[in-house]
């Protein structure tokens, strides 16, 4: 049997897809933008990456940046690969792809706040391996990230606004 929250996110699923082919259909857009939103939704909305079929979802984000021409809309799209890169632990390519979603659209705390983490991670192993300079170095721009997220957006980030109170590398307030 089909747990009631199973059946309300294909509801949800299914009620947006034809929401949005509705309004592919009615709102004026080039063929590019169309082709970009059609991938997006199959990377998105079909769910490929929240049932981990990230090489799937990777594939439709990666072709929805090709024919996107709003640089807003590509900054999300940008997101989600940094997402995915980040969930696979390839930290490297989702510093990049977070990079790239902050030059569309420097109002992603979410990406600073992935690129903090990312840095605080780094950070923790180079402890870990007895090597605090360079932990230093790693803590203190994950500090330059999360103060970029809490600027944006006060009042989020409670976890990471008391950790930068706490190793006293909070300026603002």
């Not at 059609?38 to 090489?55: F, H, K, L, P, V």
């Not at 999360?146 to 300026?171: D, F, M, S």
């Amino acid at each position: 049997m089909m747990r009631r929250s199973r059946i309300n996110i294909n509801f949800i699923d299914r009620t947006s897809s034809i929401v949005a082919n509705i309004l592919l259909r009615i709102i004026p857009t080039t063929s590019g933008e169309k082709k970009a939103f059609t991938y997006y939704r199959d990377g998105a909305i079909m769910s490929a990456q929240s049932e981990g079929n990230y090489a799937e979802a990777l594939q439709n984000y990666y072709e929805a940046t090709r024919p996107e021409i709003d640089s807003y809309d590509r900054s999300y799209i940008l997101y989600n690969i940094g997402l995915i890169h980040t969930s696979n632990g390839e930290h490297t390519k989702a510093l990049e792809y977070y990079f790239q979603a902050l030059e569309r659209n420097p109002f992603l705390p979410q990406a600073f706040n992935n690129m903090a983490v990312i840095c605080h991670y780094q950070g923790e192993r180079a402890v870990l391996r007895g090597d605090s300079e360079i932990a230093e170095a790693w803590f203190d721009q994950a500090a330059e990230y999360w103060k970029e997220a809490i600027a944006l957006t006060p009042g989020n980030y409670i976890e990471a606004h008391n950790w930068l109170k706490i190793t006293r590398r909070l300026e603002f307030e």
